[in-house]
């Protein structure tokens, strides 16, 4: 996590100071009570001058924040900051922006929005928290969406004719993530657009020993029978994905 002014970064303390800024920026705009930030921060064990000491951490944070953004509002503290200065808002925004035009049929201005709302991610969500109770959640939150927006992008790309060039970053993100079946199936769709058929047959197989063995499931449509029918059936998938595009 980081502020700048300027393009200057701003200072913004020690891990639990940063938690609590933390917080308070997953909830711009909101009264966070102070209950609240005391057991984000410490859990169920919190130390007795707990309350004293977030209201240190909100001194310190408001003489590099100003004292108009970090506001005291009984019960709590309200943090008050414009959307379009939180990457995180920047990016749903842009991510929205890129579903709808992906739905209206128009894969060029899709493709162009979702890259913009992906080029703001640097690195894991919430990183340097991960340990921290309060960030869990919605670091898994987070990355769900990203990945999402990734599989956007790809369709996007997809439909604007670059199969080719998305197939090395297809094969390296279904190896990190075996269990997302979009991912798999974009895979499968880009190596048969780039004419290499029976790799794409050979991904299929391979999606559907993991989801079998992993998840005890069948891919999408519920394929079984022999090897060879399954290679049809595989096939025709993939034929009828590219036609409908």
């Not at 080029?119 to 340097?128: D, K, N, T, Y």
Request: hydrophobic fraction near 40%; glycine fraction near 8%.
């Amino acid at each position: 996590m980081e502020a700048r002014d300027g393009g200057v970064a701003v200072a913004l303390g020690g891990v639990q100071q940063r938690s609590l800024l933390a917080v308070l920026l997953l909830n711009a705009n909101e009264l966070v009570p102070t209950d609240r930030l005391v057991d984000e921060l410490w859990g169920e064990e919190p130390p007795k001058a707990a309350v004293k000491t977030v209201q240190v951490y909100v001194s310190r944070l408001r003489k590099q924040l100003g004292a108009e953004a970090l506001v005291t509002s009984p019960p709590g503290y309200l943090l008050r900051v414009a959307p379009e200065r939180i990457d995180l808002h920047r990016f749903e925004r842009l991510a929205g922006e890129g579903r709808q035009a992906l739905a209206a049929g128009d894969a060029a201005t899709a493709a162009k929005r979702l890259d913009e709302a992906l080029s703001l991610w640097r690195g894991a969500p919430l990183s340097e928290f991960a340990y921290e109770p309060f960030a869990q959640a919605e670091a898994a939150r987070l990355e769900e969406l990203r990945l999402a927006t990734v599989e956007d992008r790809v369709e996007a790309d997809l439909r604007c004719g670059r199969a080719t060039e998305l197939v090395g970053e297809l094969q390296g993100l279904a190896a990190r993530h075996p269990l997302r079946e979009r991912l798999r199936g974009q895979l499968m769709l880009a190596l048969y657009r780039s004419r290499r058929q029976a790799e794409a047959l050979d991904v299929y197989r391979d999606t559907r020993t993991t989801l079998v063995e992993e998840l005890g499931i069948e891919p999408s449509g519920g394929l079984q029978g022999s090897d060879r029918r399954r290679s049809r059936l595989a096939r025709s998938w993939v034929v009828g994905r590219s036609l409908r595009r």
